[in-house]
């Protein structure tokens, strides 16, 4: 019975990644407005009575797709936490800011492999749903903390200006997960994802002057 009753479960998670990363394909592309919930099912190659048995609605849909890329940005976060504590072991401390442009070249490069759901907009039915989702919730203000801490010690070691309110920066390194910057410099054609990235966090963390040393 343990055999069998493993065996289901671990079909029902397969289904569900394949959901949730055709949640995560269209809310990309098309956003959650024009998302539908038959063009998930047809995505994701299961039929639509069965993927309501796994997800309720499209809100439903939707959170799920941002608590998962929420677990992929802390993991990656974790990851460069555990490594700068190794390199200051070793007496080669990580700047602060150099953690941050990290992440947000992380955000942009989700976003240019089309698995970075847009952002939604203040007033969607789906931030209002995200509001009382708790694990979205959790994941939500843990990543900001731990962005939170980067941005507190760049500013305290003269890496960031002491007048910017760290909220600030804060919701601008959210907002490069979703820049449609990003995604009209790709569509054009004209250039390599890296370079995208490298001109998008430069004039993030630069600015669009031109530097005199």
Not at 30 to 42: I, L, Q, R
Not at 143 to 161: C, K, V, Y
């Amino acid at each position: 019975m343990k055999t069998r009753s493993s065996i289901k479960e671990q079909i029902q998670r397969v289904r569900e990644q394949a959901i949730v990363t055709a949640v995560n394909r269209l809310l990309a592309t098309k956003g959650y407005d024009a998302m539908t919930v038959d063009e998930v099912a047809a995505e994701a190659g299961m039929a639509k009575a069965s993927l309501y048995k796994l997800f309720t609605s499209k809100e439903e849909l939707a959170g799920a797709a941002m608590v998962g890329v929420l677990d992929r940005a802390l993991a990656f976060v974790d990851e460069l936490r555990a490594s700068a504590a190794q390199a200051a072991e070793a007496g080669t401390p990580v700047p602060a800011l150099d953690q941050l442009k990290a992440v947000t070249r992380w955000a942009m490069q989700t976003q240019l492999e089309g698995e970075m759901p847009s952002l939604p907009a203040q007033n969607s039915h789906l931030s209002e749903a995200l509001q009382s989702n708790d694990a979205y919730m959790d994941r939500l203000i843990s990543l900001s903390n731990r962005l939170s801490i980067w941005i507190t010690e760049a500013q305290t070691s003269g890496q960031m200006p002491v007048a910017l309110p760290p909220e600030l920066v804060l919701y601008t390194l959210f907002a490069r997960a979703c820049d449609p910057v990003v995604a009209l410099l790709k569509a054009s054609g004209q250039y390599t994802n890296a370079q995208i990235i490298d001109w998008v966090s430069g004039t993030t963390f630069d600015g669009l002057a031109t530097r005199k040393d």
